[in-house]
């Protein structure tokens, strides 16, 4: 177990050096200059303009660039804004960081405490209305995209009925559209994985033998059917925390969150390069950890990984 986690860390590391790599590159590639837009309008002489270049680094080679970025971002120094001048790239991260924590936190929280028991629920009263209501609803919210039940949210209970605000935060208000679009779709992905999962371990024959000792259902149920059909969703629930980034990306676009996702939006239109940077690199780093995280959860709930 131990050389498998080395293995996997050493493996997320591989990752986020090709990501920065590539990351790096694609900005390089990107068209337009920053300092154009850092200077603006002012009239600058072209003497003014390379020395500013220089300062900031954009006169020496691209693989200089690099080496320096990402010996820094090792260090923890995530470099400056070059938008907003000489405001550390780490200051405006954490700015942002708690707003997008709140959304998927709650976002997950309430998609998981919803769609495991649903899915349970409809598996054991399969074929039943309960059931097909279910499948139905939760069909539905896998095929609805996410900026589409924002629109239509805010038109509804914002526009329409006036009770929520459509944009911005600062109360609890604030979050529930947002929140919502994010867990209508995981709630829904994983209702039906876990109606899925519970089917198929119903069947098996370590239930059957369970039943035939005599145990109540409930404890047949909780002991042995949930335990075992929670090992997928587990992995998938996982996933979806490290992928839930870039749905609140399009959330906050929409609803004007200030959270991760509307700073790296505001980022790529002005080219601030180093913002951007700093927050790919970031979200790659969420998703490697929650992969491994995954990883030992689902070795604590199956002995059986543990022994492989």
């Known amino acids: 177990m131990f050389a498998y986690m080395v293995q996997r ?14 990351t790096f590159g694609i900005m390089q590639a990107a068209p337009g200059d920053p300092i154009d837009l850092m200077v603006g309008e002012a009239q600058i002489t072209q003497a003014e303009f390379d020395r500013i270049r220089e300062r900031w680094g954009f006169d020496r080679p691209w693989y200089e660039q690099y080496v320096t970025w990402l010996s820094n ?23 942002a960081a708690w707003p997008t ?45 996410n900026f589409w039940v924002g629109l239509m949210l805010i038109i509804l209970f914002a526009l329409t009925l006036g009770w929520l605000p459509s944009f911005g935060a ?6 529930v559209m947002p929140v919502a679009v994010l867990a209508i779709n995981e709630t829904a992905l994983l209702t ?35 335990r075992n059909a929670m090992l997928p969703s587990v992995t998938v629930i996982g996933l979806r925390v490290a992928f839930l980034l870039s749905g609140t990306i399009v959330v ?9 996702g509307q ?16 927050v790919v690199v970031l979200f790659t780093l969420f998703v490697v950890v929650a992969n491994i995280v995954t990883d030992m959860v689902y070795a604590i709930i199956d002995p059986r990984i543990r022994v492989q």
């Open 9 to 22: 860390i050493a493996q997320g590391f591989v990752v986020l050096f090709l990501v920065t790599l590539l």
């Open 73 to 95: 971002f090792v260090r923890g120094d995530l470099g400056r804004s070059v938008v907003r001048t000489g405001v550390p790239v780490h200051e405006m991260v954490l700015e």
């Open 101 to 145: 924590i709140q959304l998927n936190v709650l976002a997950m929280i309430l998609a998981t405490s919803i769609a495991i028991p649903a899915g349970v629920l409809a598996a054991v009263k399969r074929y039943s209305i309960f059931d097909s209501g279910t499948m139905i609803w939760a069909s539905a919210g896998v095929a609805l995209p």
């Open 170 to 175: 600062g109360t609890w208000k604030h979050l």
């Open 192 to 226: 039906r994985l876990m109606r899925g999962t519970t089917l198929e371990v119903m069947n098996q024959d370590f239930v059957t033998t369970a039943r035939s000792k005599g145990l109540r259902e409930n404890a047949v149920l909780i002991r042995h059917i949930i």
């Open 252 to 260: 906050e676009t929409i609803f004007g969150y200030p959270g991760i």
């Open 263 to 278: 700073l790296f939006i505001t980022s790529v239109y002005r080219l601030d390069y180093q913002v951007i940077q700093a």
